[in-house]
T-cell receptor, first 114, second 111 residues
Framework: DTGVSQDPRHKITKRGQNVTFRCDPI?????LYWYRQTLGQGPEFLTY????????KSRLLSDRFSAERPKGSFSTLEIQRTEQGDSAMYLC????????????FGPGTRLTVT | DQQVKQNSPSLSVQEGRISILNCDYT??????FLWYKKYPAEGPTFLIS?????DKNEDGRFTVFLNKSAKHLSLHIVPSQPGDSAVYFC??????????FGAGTTVTVRA
């Protein structure tokens, strides 16, 4: 039973560059969530998918952020024109809806914008 | 708006003693509560949960208590072990299954 995987684990980029992160959920899970965590805070909800449909986007997600889950399996999160305030840990989680509330998290991608 | 609050940023406890972590929430629509544990450089790991229709749930050394009238829940770990040293997050969900997290409590278990 493989867990949630994320790639890359670390990303350092210069301000203004675009970055893309990938998340592979647990295979049978139909829901996939993206969260952002900054130092000293808990994860904050960004967006989520049920299968390939994006059901909700947080107001935290500016127009520079876009997420996809094209075939209802893996998902990508792209940040365009990165800013220093985008530096954070980006976490992906998956769950089996509606069986349970429990979400299973990947190890995260740490983004540093210089 | 922080709907889930963990007011103690850190907790130090001696090995073998009880650890009690507290969490308060403001949204009365929350109907499911979860605790996650996080080690450095890893994602949060699900620990234990409780539905709003219950007031207690137990799993081995971990027990979660829910007081709906006070909008308060707590996690008891007994006995505490060195491997329990981690950051613990309280999370809550409404019927949309999204999670709202607290800021976390760092637990240090002393030998």
């Amino acid at each position: 039973d493989t867990g949630v995987s994320q790639d890359p684990r670390h990303k350092i980029t210069k301000r203004g560059q675009n970055v893309t992160f990938r998340c592979d959920p647990i295979s049978e899970h139909n829901r996939l969530y993206w969260y952002r965590q900054t130092l000293g805070q808990g994860p904050e909800f960004l967006t989520y998918f049920q299968n390939e449909a994006q059901l909700e986007k947080s107001r935290l997600l500016s127009d520079r952020f876009s997420a996809e889950r094209p075939k209802g399996s893996f998902s990508t999160l792209e940040i365009q024109r990165t800013e220093q305030g985008d530096s954070a840990m980006y976490l992906c989680a998956s769950s089996l809806f509606p069986r349970g509330y429990e979400q299973y998290f990947g190890p995260g991608t740490r983004l540093t914008v210089t | 708006d922080q709907q889930v609050k963990q007011n103690s940023p850190s907790l130090s406890v001696q090995e073998g003693r009880i650890s009690i972590l507290n969490c308060d929430y403001t949204n009365s629509m929350f109907d499911y509560f979860l605790w996650y544990k996080k080690y450095p450089a890893e994602g949060p790991t699900f620990l234990i949960s409780i539905s709003s229709i219950k007031d207690k749930n137990e799993d081995g050394r971990f027990t979660v208590f829910l007081n709906k009238s006070a909008k308060h829940l707590s996690l008891h770990i007994v006995p505490s072990q060195p491997g329990d040293s981690a950051v613990y997050f309280c999370a809550a969900s409404t019927n949309d299954y999204k999670l709202s997290f607290g800021a976390g409590t760092t637990v240090t278990v002393r030998a």
